[in-house]
């Protein structure tokens, strides 16, 4: 909503407003890009105008939206869905990430996948083996692994260490 109220207020007309995307009607000046960039900056957001920069944001929210706005498991292949969402081959995709970004595609998926773990630890009642399940470990051991590798704790010390900080 505060986006297509930036857009108005600046005389743009529009004809989509999406999560991080939208199509304005006119061509719009280089004072109007700069209002409207200020004016999005003062509510945390900003505007993207290269190519490359918006693909790789692209990329980021797809992923997001996967791990962390999906209660069903997760059971897709990821370079398939990226390719087929963005209408790009995977290669292109991944070399333009890590480009970008400084790290692969896999990296940042399994770092989300990872935060989306700690946050069924914490605030669902679920066992680690339906954690496994929903996030689409091939096993307990291969998530066990995966999150000691990048929190440099099991899931289960984890959960206590979180567990002790709400009680204390």
């Known amino acids: 909503m505060a986006v297509k109220y930036e857009l108005e207020e600046l005389g743009l007309h529009y004809t989509k407003v999406d999560l991080g995307e939208a199509e304005i009607l006119e061509d719009i000046s280089i004072e109007q890009w700069d209002n409207l960039n200020n004016s999005l900056k003062k509510i945390g957001l900003e505007l993207l105008d290269d190519k490359k920069n918006i693909l790789v944001e692209k990329i980021k929210a797809i992923i997001i939206e996967l791990i962390h706005n999906t209660n069903d498991q997760i059971n897709i292949n990821l370079s398939d869905h990226l390719s087929e969402k963005l209408n790009h081959k995977y290669t292109y995709l991944g070399n333009l990430f890590s480009e970008v970004k400084g790290i692969t595609i896999e990296k940042f998926y399994l770092a989300h996948k990872i935060e989306k773990v700690k946050e069924l630890l914490i605030y669902d009642d679920l066992k680690l083996t339906e954690i496994a ?20 704790l099991a899931p289960s010390q984890y959960k206590n260490l979180k567990n002790k900080r709400h009680t204390a």
Not at 133 to 152: D, M
């Open 133 to 152: 399940w929903r996030l689409h470990y091939s096993s307990v051991a291969h998530l066990s692994n995966q999150f000691r590798k990048i929190t440099g």
